[in-house]
């Protein structure tokens, strides 16, 4: 891939739904935090130029630190995030200069290269585009009252994840409309599309979970588990 990338890891929520006191992103997954998982993944792809990490203002001097001891050399500023989502990613974007933008959560340690290699290759292709994949249940819109107002076809519905991919002047004047407009959106695609931009979808895989809740983590370690075991099997049979 000629292209090179920066990414911006957003990582400045505190994750009340995983019911810990220390947020979700820097709890232990096996032997480092989740946040270092993810951030190795990205740092060891030679597409990646810069990281921009955004954390909360108390978390700042402690991922310095793992900046350091972990050898993340790809990481090239550790920001201060800003109330919502969407303002931390305008910050972290601010900070990067290459032409073209991954915005990925800092709770999604296992997204494989191949899958954000997919979601790349799309972006050059039409300008933006996102990780996702196709929605197993059969989704019901349920009214107020909680009664079912209607059931879509399921074979329209994707369940959207990171990276998002996108030329970054494009993701750019996208958030400062936004900003402008006073609008939030619920991702950064959301963002891009109210502009009339299209946004593609690369398809990619379930085990790119994000830890949200505390049934999350065990079944983030047993994948974890299983990859490492498959990696360390391919080993021993090129020996």
């Known amino acids: 891939m000629e292209a090179k990338w920066g990414v911006v890891i957003v990582a400045a929520g505190r994750g009340t739904r995983m019911g810990t006191q220390e947020s979700k992103q820097y709890l232990r997954l096996a032997d480092k935090p989740i ?35 972990y050898r993340l050399d790809k990481v ?48 050059l292709e039409k300008g933006a585009a996102v990780l996702a994949v196709p929605v197993k249940d059969t989704i019901k819109q349920v009214d107020a009252a909680g009664t079912i107002v209607s ?38 695609a959301m963002v891009v599309e109210r502009m009339g931009v299209p946004v593609a979808v690369a398809e990619g895989d379930y085990t790119n979970i994000k830890i949200t809740t505390p049934e999350d ?9 299983q990859r490492q075991g498959s990696r360390a099997s391919n080993g021993r049979g090129e020996q």
Do not use: K
């Open 35 to 69: 946040l270092v998982h993810t951030l190795e993944l990205f740092g060891s792809l030679g597409f990646v130029n810069e990281i921009a990490l955004v954390v909360g203002e108390d978390d700042i001097e402690r991922c310095r630190r793992w900046v350091d001891d």
């Open 76 to 123: 090239t500023s550790v920001l201060r995030g800003g109330s919502e989502r969407q303002h931390s990613v305008a910050v972290g974007l601010q900070a990067l200069r290459s032409d073209w933008i991954m915005v990925h959560d800092g709770v999604r340690p296992l997204v494989t290269e191949t899958a954000v290699a997919s979601c790349c290759r799309v972006a």
């Open 151 to 188: 059931t879509p076809d399921r074979r329209s519905l994707w369940a959207i994840q990171t990276p998002q991919a996108f030329r970054r002047v494009i993701l750019l004047e996208a958030h400062e409309r936004a900003a402008a407009e006073g609008f939030l959106g619920t991702d950064d």
């Open 217 to 225: 983590l065990p079944y983030a370690e047993f994948l974890l588990a």
